[in-house]
């Protein structure tokens, strides 16, 4: 029930996108000094952007994968290629992680069949998608280090699930962003300078 509402409230606020963004302006420019309601524009336009640039890249990462377990498996005449290249394709929205949950879930379906093959042509996917298609797809849209990335999937599975492994990057980068111009905003408010760290005689 509460997802149906979820995509009924969704599809009404996109339909209503620019109403919603007109009041929001409205009300900004309101309570704000302008230069500080045109610094938050800027700041949630970024934002947004970090989020929706990640779950594009995601989503089309995620299709390619699907596109190639499902040909390999064909050419392995491996059974049920099209329901286990959607559960992989599905599963490797969640970093690191995805593409063997769903290896796991479509050995359990094929395990009668050809399990070790399966698995074997799991870790090859998913190594290419790590190293290959993952990388020029997303690119830098996070910014974030490997073990951020790990520790937000971690946090976000454990306080909301599957639906937080999914979302946990994309959250955590659009807080990582926001720190960061905090962060620099106390810096450049006491006119302090922090050079990159180069040398253990840094610390």
């Given amino acids: 029930l509460n997802l149906v509402i979820a995509i009924i409230v969704s599809i009404y606020m996109i339909s209503d996108n620019k109403n919603i963004f007109y009041h929001f302006k409205r009300f900004l420019y309101a309570v704000l000094p302008r230069k500080t309601a045109d610094n938050t524009r800027i700041i949630c336009k970024n934002c947004a952007s970090i989020f929706i640039n990640y779950i ?38 969640i970093p690191y992680f995805g593409p063997y949950i769903g290896g796991v879930i479509g050995g359990v379906i094929i395990v009668i069949a050809s399990p070790i093959i399966f698995v074997i042509m799991i870790v090859c996917i998913q190594q290419v998608d790590g190293l290959l298609i993952g990388p020029r797809i997303i690119g830098s849209t996070t910014g ?31 807080l990582s962003y926001l720190l960061n111009i905090t962060v620099q905003h106390f810096l450049d408010k006491r006119k302090v300078t922090v050079q990159p760290y180069d040398s253990p005689d840094d610390l």
């Fill in 56 to 93: 594009i890249g995601k989503s089309f990462d995620s299709i390619i994968v699907m596109i190639i377990c499902f040909i390999i498996m064909l050419i392995l005449k491996l059974p049920y290629a099209v329901l286990i290249s959607v559960i992989v394709g599905i599963t490797n929205m």
């Fill in 144 to 174: 974030l280090k490997p073990v951020w990335v790990v520790f937000s999937i971690t946090v976000g599975g454990a306080l909301f699930g599957v639906i937080g492994m999914f979302l946990g990057v994309p959250v955590f980068a659009v």
